[in-house]
């Protein structure tokens, strides 16, 4: 069996969907952890032996080193029941990881980084301007997952996928990007369908 080493920061969610995954599936993870608020990812030598482009999460598997968030879960999960059978399913999953990274990701999980580790009054003027375009997208982010998962109990088919645990990992904390989860009833049903499930994992 492989050896696995997640290069992470505990306080990206990013990060925290790879731990997550690896639970669900039961595979361990060393952990190699950096501070990003002190740039110990932009340093000569991460740059060098881990991800040129100075950014975590990095699954290290064995000598290799895979970066993006998503690609490190599909890596694990492959072959597991948090990937569908069918290729249509499978398709449908990729869709809403893909929203996930363009629709969702860039809005609240900046918002909680800007927000809730950096200090509003600590912002550039540039991002003190994305503020509210930024929320506005969160919140249309977070109305569509809810009007989804009115009428079900997953993003795909009738069980737990990489799409729950791609959307899961920055939605469970997007109050601290100042979102209002109270507001969307579906979501917080659908989050605690996800703590519920055997082998999972709290965030750091």
């Not at 970066?67 to 569908?84: F, H, M, T």
Request: aromatic share 12%; proline share 4%.
């Amino acid at each position: 069996m492989a050896d696995y080493t997640l290069h992470e920061d505990p306080r990206s969610g990013n990060c925290y969907k790879i731990k997550l995954t690896a639970a669900l599936v039961g595979v361990p993870l060393a952990l190699r952890q950096y501070d990003i608020m002190a740039g110990e990812t932009r340093t000569a030598a991460f740059l060098e032996q881990v991800n040129p482009n100075g950014r975590i999460p990095v699954l290290q598997v064995d000598d290799r080193f895979l970066p993006e968030s998503n690609a490190a879960c599909w890596y694990l999960a492959e072959g597991s029941a948090l990937v569908p059978e069918t290729r249509f399913e499978r398709a449908d999953m990729l869709r809403w990881m893909f929203f996930e990274q363009y629709s969702h990701e860039p809005n609240i999980a900046t918002l909680r980084f800007w927000l809730h580790f950096v200090g509003e009054d600590k912002l550039t003027e540039q991002q003190d301007a994305q503020i509210m375009a930024k929320r506005i997208a969160g919140c249309e982010a977070l109305a569509l997952m809810d009007a989804h998962l009115a009428t079900r109990d997953w993003f795909v088919g009738d069980s737990v996928t990489l799409a729950d645990i791609a959307l899961y990992a920055y939605t469970h904390v997007a109050g601290d990007g100042g979102f209002k989860l109270d507001e969307y009833p579906a979501i917080r049903a659908w989050l605690a369908r996800v703590e519920a499930l055997p082998g999972y994992i709290a965030m750091a």
